[in-house]
């Protein structure tokens, strides 16, 4: 199974990181492996600042207009879970979480699934940046095109 986790980053952040976001994945794998209490708030206070929060209620609804998903709504979190092609050799089956801060996409067989929920967010808001710690796997949901000054 395949596990990203998705952050909304702050505009300005997400502008002056392109093509650097092998900082910030580093950034998100130090709070993950830390063991300090003291290092660990520090981390967690640097990843607040950079990233903004998720409007939960927002981006149910956008999903729910714009896939076609079945929602499970929980105390703390809502969960869209979405088919692709039920065949035994495409099966492609995603869930996606929704938390106040990040975004947990969970995803087995084929990348169909997983790629729509990609598509979905991708539209909704540009600076989304996905990251599978587990195979160190990391990259934004919308590439921001840099503008060259001559």
Excluded at 112 to 128: G, I, M, P, Q
């Amino acid at each position: 199974m395949r596990n990203y986790y998705i952050y909304l980053l702050k505009e300005d952040v997400a502008y002056e990181y392109f093509g650097k976001e092998i900082l910030i994945f580093n950034l998100f794998l130090e709070k993950l492996q830390e063991q300090s209490p003291a290092h660990l708030q520090i981390l967690l206070n640097q990843i607040h600042y950079i990233t903004n929060p998720i409007s939960v209620i927002e981006i149910n609804r956008y999903i729910e207009k714009n896939l076609p998903v079945e929602a499970v709504y929980k105390q703390n979190t809502t969960e869209f879970l979405y088919h692709a092609a039920n065949t035994s050799k495409n099966y492609s089956y995603a869930k996606l979480e929704i938390f106040n801060r990040y975004l947990k996409l969970s995803s087995e067989g084929s990348y169909d699934a997983e790629t729509h929920f990609f598509e979905v967010l991708r539209k909704y808001n540009s600076c989304f940046l996905a990251m599978d710690f587990e195979n160190r796997h990391f990259g934004w949901l919308n590439p921001i095109k840099q503008e060259r000054y001559i």
